[in-house]
């Protein structure tokens, strides 16, 4: 069942105080991490008669915090706050911190309230919005979780003065695939964005475009039956890269691996004949956009039975998913020599 809900793209001063005026809750719960609490919690403690009746919760940032343990803490401190089914739980802060407290929020007491506010591009643009929560598990991304919309998410660009860099051009992955999906990548704010060394885009039209693709194809297929897989474009290939390369010292962010992924699957795409508009463009953009590292040939057999795991498959298939015009898409079963020869086109190309 798809609820509907409030997205906000506004300064959070204009938009949260209003909308939790209308709620009631018994306390709220707010989870950061380091990064986020520094950053951004000071944006939220701004707001009038809220930060007397917070629980803040910190963890450490990144992908490897995103497991069970993590839950447990956090499961943990929900507890000693002493949270009921009427609490609020807010997670303040990236893709991370987002599935996982919407995870947390959504199994404590059979499922709480929780309200997104996302703080780097990728989770304003993508995690936030959707309803996927969860985390890793024994090395496979997001295997664990349960699709649970929001209550509402404040998108409040403020947050993207403080994100590195790099995980500013992280986001801009997603951005791109929305762009890819709905045709637009020849759009003026695409370039735009894509001109980022030299001028400043404007994130707020950045934003609501991106996410106007992403709800209205999770409102139209909530449950990923369908058209929805259209959002996995890049991510078969992107996931594996992402998790193979987790432990190692050279991890990628998720926009990094989603890029890798999103050129490989195009390759596959186009060795198969599948026309994806504008794929030119996006071979274009991505190697410019991310410094992307070779990926050594040598890891086929891992990428391989990462993606044999993958929540997307059917009927054992490895499935890639592409757009072959806007807001429709082609569903192509893969096999591990395509794997290899778009590892190495893909190594050719950056
Ligand atoms: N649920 C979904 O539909 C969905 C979609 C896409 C990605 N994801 C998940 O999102 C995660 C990646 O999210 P991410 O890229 O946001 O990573 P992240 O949450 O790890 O954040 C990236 C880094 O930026 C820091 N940070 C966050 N906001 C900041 C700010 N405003 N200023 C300074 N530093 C800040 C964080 O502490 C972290 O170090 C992955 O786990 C991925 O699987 C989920
Ligand atoms: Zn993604």
């Known amino acids: 069942m798809y609820a509907e809900f409030p997205i906000f793209t506004a300064p959070l001063a204009d938009s949260l105080p209003g909308w939790l005026h209308r709620q009631s809750f018994s306390s709220v719960f707010v989870l950061t991490d380091n990064n986020t609490r520094t950053h951004c919690l000071p944006h939220l403690l701004k707001i009038p008669d809220f930060n007397d009746t917070l629980h803040i919760l910190t963890i450490k940032p990144g992908e490897q915090e995103k497991n069970l343990d993590s839950c447990a803490l956090i499961w943990a401190e929900m507890k000693n706050a002493g949270l009921d089914r009427k609490a609020l739980f807010i997670s303040l802060g990236g893709g991370v911190v987002g599935d996982m407290g919407g995870f947390c929020a959504a199994t404590w007491k059979r499922g709480i309230k929780f309200v997104q506010i996302p703080t780097t591009l990728l989770a304003m643009t993508d995690a936030a919005i959707g309803g996927k929560t969860g985390v890793d598990f024994m090395g496979v991304k997001n295997i664990i979780g349960v699709i649970r919309q929001p209550a509402a998410v404040f998108t409040d660009p403020v947050f993207l003065k403080t994100l590195p860099d790099r995980e500013l051009r992280s986001g801009m992955a997603e951005v791109f695939k929305h762009a890819a999906i709905s045709g637009e990548l020849s759009?003026?704010?695409?370039?735009?964005?894509?001109?980022?060394?030299?001028?400043?885009?404007?994130?707020?039209?950045?934003?609501?475009?991106?996410?106007?693709?992403?709800?209205?194809?999770?409102?139209?297929?909530?449950?990923?039956?369908?058209?929805?897989?259209?959002?996995?474009?890049?991510?078969?290939?992107?996931?594996?890269?992402?998790?193979?390369?987790?432990?190692?010292?050279?991890?990628?962010?998720?926009?990094?691996?989603?890029?890798?992924?999103?050129?490989?699957?195009?390759?596959?795409?186009?060795?198969?004949?599948?026309?994806?508009?504008?794929?030119?463009?996006?071979?274009?953009?991505?190697p410019a956009i991310f410094r992307l590292p070779r990926i050594d040939p040598g890891l086929g057999d891992s990428l391989w039975t990462l993606m044999c795991q993958d929540k997307k498959n059917a009927s054992g298939n490895v499935r890639i998913t592409l757009p072959d015009a806007p807001h429709s898409m082609q569903i192509l079963n893969i096999s591990r020599s395509d794997l290899d020869s778009s590892i190495k086109y893909y190594n050719n190309l950056i």
């Open 187 to 286: 759009s003026g704010w695409i370039s735009a964005m894509a001109q980022l060394d030299s001028t400043e885009p404007d994130w707020m039209e950045i934003l609501t475009k991106s996410v106007s693709v992403k709800i209205d194809i999770v409102r139209k297929d909530p449950e990923e039956n369908g058209l929805r897989m259209l959002l996995n474009m890049g991510h078969t290939i992107g996931h594996a890269v992402e998790s193979c390369l987790l432990d190692t010292g050279e991890a990628l962010t998720h926009g990094e691996a989603v890029a890798v992924g999103m050129i490989c699957e195009l390759y596959i795409a186009e060795s198969r004949g599948v026309v994806v508009p504008d794929a030119d463009l996006l071979i274009k953009y991505l």
